[in-house]
């Protein structure tokens, strides 16, 4: 299970006393110096909890009075199914470089009495998507979540109504859904492990997005870490590098990849394990206007294998995801988790992943 914040462990307490009407309309909630006590944590972080519920619309603050639950609280109840559609949130409307779930959970969907529909979202509104879909007549959802992080609100609000709900991509911090995902881990050991068979031995891994925001990323950088760590190539110059880029705030994606290309020239790396295929294209076509080539000043290998890896050039090598496979999973995972609610697998799904070799990594 993923590390929880602090300050989430009481929006999740406080949530669930709301849900369940132990903590009703008008109620008051403790004060910022009693949750700090009853929790342990400090002022700072029992303010943000109530920062948080109060973003969420449970709860109201009333200067010099107190925080109070919100009249407009939805009660809890207990799901119930009314329909035989499937909804499916992505976090994009037509994206062929993510792959076509959508075909894999049709193709199982076809051997049922289940329809699907489909919604797309930003990271603006997914709140808001799930709110409606809570409330809606939809058997079960599907969800592609924006990060690890993102709702955990309106996430935890689901769990406690026991609404079927089967995440993609990317496990929900702290609330255990059932994910199906592709191996991520293996993943970045494969990717990395190709460019130690070609004689690398200064790696590094570039991310565009903070590395602990997603379950699927922070695991392929821990494949690319045992990796390094089985072949004895722990270097902590390079690891210092990459740490400072995993934190970063990625306002100017160009500037940071230029940034980044410099460092990894100036340290004398040679081998990139990039989160993902679009990230390792940006490299090596930013690479090309900076007078450098890929893979001869250094060689990348991207993760996800989209159409576009086999046409840029040079051609991507990359990890390959099924994403028709993980998407027959999870609709096959959500219907037995709504037809057999007691008896549904409570493992996650891992879907294997394969290395395409093609023109990026050059032996040494």
């Given at each position: ?5 602090l ?10 006393k709301?849900e369940?009407?132990?903590l ?31 973003n969420?619309?449970?709860?109201y ?28 949130i992505?976090?994009?409307t ?20 289940y ?5 797309s ?10 709110e409606?879909?809570?409330q ?13 992080i ?43 492990k ?11 891994f ?19 870490l ?44 040679t081998?990139?394990?990039a ?15 900076l007078?450098?080539s890929?893979p001869?000043?250094f ?9 576009l ?15 028709g496979?993980?998407?027959y ?7 037995s ?8 697998p ?19």
């Amino acid at each position: 299970m993923e590390q929880i914040p602090l300050y989430q462990h009481i929006v999740n307490a406080l949530t669930a006393k709301i849900e369940s009407g132990e903590l009703q309309s008008g109620d008051q909630l403790p004060t910022e110096a009693e949750i700090s006590k009853e929790y342990n944590v400090s002022r700072i972080t029992s303010k943000r909890a109530l920062t948080e519920l109060e973003n969420a619309n449970l709860i109201y603050r009333i200067q010099g009075k107190g925080s109070f639950v919100s009249e407009t609280t939805t009660p809890h109840r207990p799901f119930s199914k009314t329909s035989k559609e499937i909804l499916l949130i992505l976090p994009f409307t037509h994206n062929p470089g993510l792959g076509d779930y959508e075909k894999g959970i049709n193709e199982y969907l076809a051997t049922t009495d289940y329809t699907l529909k489909i919604q797309s979202n930003t990271i603006v509104n997914q709140r808001k998507l799930m709110e409606s879909a809570l409330q809606s007549a939809n058997s079960g959802l599907i969800l592609y979540p924006v990060s690890s992080i993102s709702d955990l609100g309106i996430l935890y609000q689901y769990y406690l109504a026991k609404y079927p709900l089967v995440t993609m991509d990317k496990c929900i911090e702290g609330i255990p859904f059932l994910s199906v995902v592709s191996d991520n881990f293996d993943g970045g050991y494969q990717a990395s492990k190709h460019l130690i068979e070609n004689n690398h031995k200064k790696i590094a891994f570039i991310s565009s997005l903070r590395v602990e925001n997603s379950s699927s990323i922070r695991e392929r950088y821990f494949g690319y870490l045992k990796a390094l760590y089985d072949y004895n190539l722990i270097d902590y110059s390079v690891s210092d590098l990459t740490d400072r880029f995993l934190k970063h705030e990625n306002d100017n994606g160009r500037e940071y990849y230029i940034q980044f290309i410099q460092s990894v020239v100036d340290q004398g790396i040679t081998g990139i394990v990039a989160e993902n295929d679009l990230s390792a294209i940006e490299i090596i076509q930013i690479a090309k206007e900076l007078g450098l080539s890929v893979p001869d000043d250094f060689s990348v290998v991207g993760f996800d294998n989209i159409h576009l890896a086999s046409f840029v050039e040079p051609k991507l090598t990359t990890i390959s995801q099924d994403f028709g496979q993980m998407g027959y999973q999870a609709a096959q995972s959500l219907i037995s988790l709504i037809e057999n609610p007691k008896d549904h697998p409570h493992e996650n799904v891992v879907v294997p992943v394969r290395l395409i070799e093609r023109q990026t990594v050059k032996k040494l």
